[in-house]
Nanobody, 122 residues
Framework: QLQASGGGSVQAGGSLELSCAASVRIFSSSVVGWFRRAPGKERTFAAAINLSGGGTHYADSVKGRFTISRDNARNIVSLQMNSLKPEDTAVYYC?????????????????WGQGTLVTVSS
């Protein structure tokens, strides 16, 4: 199971960095993705990274503001979130799958943890 951490409360325009930690075995999978679930809404894709080649993919709603990166030596995938907006408020989850980094659905992802809450106030 992957463990997401680093959430908190910030004002609009602020920044947060989330971390996703996992075992070496899980990090042998090809892709780690970040998803988020806003209050009353379904879980949606935010960003993903290919752990081998470093290729990334972002949802249009976060492109240019969020940056996903990996530290394979420490088995951590980070999500740097800048210029946060109230609509970014959600519980953020990370999970892993094999396949294309550009896939934005939840199908095939595994290792979902409890998530970490991000609250952005206006």
């Amino acid at each position: 199971q992957l463990q997401a951490s680093g959430g908190g409360s910030v004002q609009a325009g602020g920044s947060l960095e989330l971390s996703c930690a996992a075992s070496v075995r899980i990090f042998s999978s090809s892709v780690v993705g970040w998803f988020r679930r806003a209050p009353g809404k379904e879980r949606t894709f935010a960003a993903a990274i290919n752990l081998s080649g470093g290729g990334t993919h972002y949802a249009d709603s976060v492109k240019g503001r969020f940056t996903i990166s990996r530290d394979n030596a420490r088995n951590i995938v980070s999500l740097q979130m800048n210029s946060l907006k109230p609509e970014d408020t959600a519980v953020y989850y990370c999970a892993t799958r094999t396949g294309s980094v550009s896939y934005t659905g939840v199908q095939g992802y595994r290792g979902w943890g409890q998530g970490t809450l991000v609250t952005v106030s206006s």
